[in-house]
């Protein structure tokens, strides 16, 4: 079964430095998705891609948060500097096709950020 | 804007005694409406969703859920739990009146689900 692939699964990092997290999408799949989920609470949506294309950065914090997806295929989310509020699991999901109401999200495992 | 509640943080039960997690749901419009479940240090796995039709929807591993529009409700069920079933479950919901680049999925705040032997 084709899966969501990411890395690192475990990061601990010093706040103040830069972190990033890697994802590679289901093959085939346009959409893609980088979410934060906060020890307790559900995922939020930080931000969407179709192919290569931001389609949602609403709530990314782009004074310390980018993510990009440069030939529409795996993608990276960096923080930088990383501050201890930063800590939670950070969850990348694709979708085939465009971001149809009834498409179901994969989900990768979670890359695992503690900020110290 | 769309919202969805989970009234429990969490709910116990015992292994072979049916179980209902709950979910209501705020949207304008028609929604579509998900049901995921997390195991430790693991990502999101889909369960089952209602996007039309029949009110009753069967899902993976056993699980239902039954969509109630008057009650804005999409409760998950299970006739007869296993210890295995322990873990974090999400209600999640879009808009389905249309299918927009921005229609984000929001999801609850999760229901951890603990099945006693």
């Known amino acids: 079964e084709a899966e969501v692939a990411q890395s690192p699964r475990y990061k601990i990092t010093e706040k103040s430095q830069a972190v990033a997290f890697w994802c590679d999408p289901i093959?085939?799949?346009?959409?893609l998705y980088w979410y934060r989920q906060i020890l307790g609470q559900g995922p939020e949506l930080l931000v969407q891609?179709?192919?290569?294309?931001?389609?949602?950065d609403s709530q990314l914090p782009k004074d310390r948060f980018s993510a990009e997806r440069l030939k529409g295929v795996d993608s990276t989310l960096k923080i930088q500097p990383a501050e201890l509020g930063d800590s939670a699991m950070y969850l990348c999901a694709s979708t085939e096709g465009t971001s149809s109401g009834a498409n179901v999200l994969t989900f990768g495992a979670g890359s695992r950020l503690t900020v110290l | 804007a769309q919202s969805v509640a989970q009234p429990e943080d969490q709910v116990n039960v015992a292994e072979g005694n049916p179980l209902t997690v709950k979910c209501t749901y705020s949207?304008?419009?028609?929604?579509?409406l998900f049901w995921y479940v997390q195991y430790p240090n693991r990502g999101l796995q889909f369960l089952l969703k209602?996007?039309?039709?029949?009110?009753l929807v069967k899902g993976s591993y056993g699980f239902e859920a039954e969509f109630n529009k008057s009650q804005t409700s999409f409760h998950l069920k299970k006739p007869s739990a296993l210890v295995s079933d322990s873990a974090l479950y999400f209600c999640?919901?879009?808009?389905?009146?249309?299918?927009?680049?921005?229609?984000?999925?929001?999801f609850g705040t999760g229901t951890l689900l603990a099945v006693q032997p």
């Open positions: 949207v304008s419009g028609n929604p579509y």
């Open positions: 999640a919901v879009r808009h389905g009146n249309y299918g927009g680049a921005t229609n984000k999925l929001i």
């Open positions: 093959s085939g799949h346009a959409t």
């Open positions: 209602y996007i039309t039709g029949d009110n």
């Open positions: 891609f179709q192919d290569e294309s931001v389609v949602d």
